[in-house]
């Protein structure tokens, strides 16, 4: 069987009507990652959570990236458009939530439970275009999605400056819109992919591999922790920071020789998930995010 190919052959029309609740559902992690920076002084003074205010990145940076591998096997298990509106359902009562916060440590947490759903978002993205796009089609589609990051760059820092500058919008404090705003477009994203996105389930005696997946989000927390929050906080020397690194690399090797022993089936194919591969990434994920 090949598992490159297509299911089902669809329309182009169709594809671009399937690509743009895809597409919304991405914008979601995406733009939640840019807009939330330039509101975070308007927070930090609302909340008096100077000390703190880090986390309120970190938290859902190291709950989307923990969970990103992990939603393909899942999406394997119990089909991808279920598991993908799992996401977006998670990612909206995040938001709502977070949006309701009434101090940081609610929002910290309800910033984590928007990652959780946008590992899934960001993830399971692409590995549905994988399923209904022809391999030698991919490339042009997937285009589309370096727009929703291009936009995502630019319009998320304007509407978090734009929120934050108004003490108030409709009644309520301008910053929670940061988080109020992805309710429509969740909303969108959930009505398109019910309506239009029917991928066929392939029924597979599988069951997740709990023990690698443990080691994979243990050595990623603790690798971004040590460099996207006790690093910049407390010092490189730091024995926190130097303990949590040290702790994410040691894990990092045994992550890797349980996938390549594992029988079927394994939380990540070994040839993406090596620890050279998967250490290169995390540090990839946070450069990226110094910039946010």
């Given at each position: 069987m090949n598992t490159n190919a297509p299911a089902k052959e669809h329309s182009h029309r169709e594809i671009m009507i399937i690509l743009g609740g895809l597409m919304t559902g991405m914008l979601l992690?995406?733009?939640?990652?840019?807009?939330?920076?330039?509101?975070?002084?308007?927070?930090?003074?609302?909340?008096?959570?100077?000390?703190?205010?880090?986390?309120?990145?970190t938290a859902y940076l190291l709950t989307s990236t923990a969970s990103t591998p992990l939603y393909g096997k899942i999406s394997d298990l119990y089909g991808r458009r279920v598991v993908f509106q799992f996401a977006i359902v998670t990612f909206l009562i995040g938001s709502l939530l977070a949006g309701a916060s009434q101090n940081m440590t609610q929002l910290i947490a309800t910033r984590a439970l928007q990652g959780v759903g946008a590992g899934g978002l960001m993830a399971l993205t692409f590995v549905i275009i994988g399923d209904i796009v022809p391999p030698r089609e991919r490339g042009r589609y997937q285009g589309y999605f370096g727009a929703v990051w291009g936009l995502s760059s630019v319009a998320g820092?304007?509407?978090?400056?734009?929120?934050?500058?108004?003490?108030?919008?409709?009644?309520?404090?301008?910053?929670?819109?940061?988080?109020?705003?992805?309710?429509?477009?969740?909303?969108?994203?959930?009505?398109?992919?019910?309506?239009?996105?029917?991928?066929?389930?392939?029924?597979?005696?599988?069951?997740?591999?709990?023990?690698?997946a443990f080691l994979l989000v243990t050595s990623v927390t603790t690798t971004l922790l040590s460099v996207s929050v006790y690093g910049p906080q407390n010092g490189w020397t730091d024995s926190r920071?130097?303990?949590?690194?040290?702790?994410?690399?040691?894990?990092?090797?045994?992550?890797?020789?349980?996938?390549?022993?594992?029988?079927?089936?394994?939380?990540?194919?070994?040839?993406?998930?090596?620890?050279?591969?998967?250490?290169?990434?995390?540090?990839?994920?946070w450069v990226k995010n110094l910039g946010n």
């Open positions: 992690a995406a733009l939640d990652q840019t807009i939330v920076s330039t509101a975070l002084k308007s927070i930090v003074e609302d909340f008096n959570g100077l000390d703190h205010y880090t986390w309120v990145v820092p304007l509407l978090g400056g734009f929120f934050s500058d108004h003490a108030t919008i409709l009644g309520i404090t301008g910053w929670r819109w940061i988080f109020y705003i992805n309710i429509p477009f969740g909303i969108a994203a959930l009505a398109i992919t019910s309506a239009v996105l029917h991928i066929p389930k392939i029924k597979r005696e599988h069951s997740i591999d709990y023990l690698g920071t130097v303990i949590y690194l040290v702790i994410g690399l040691i894990l990092a090797a045994p992550f890797g020789w349980w996938v390549a022993r594992a029988t079927e089936p394994k939380a990540l194919k070994l040839a993406i998930a090596s620890p050279v591969t998967i250490e290169v990434n995390q540090w990839g994920v």
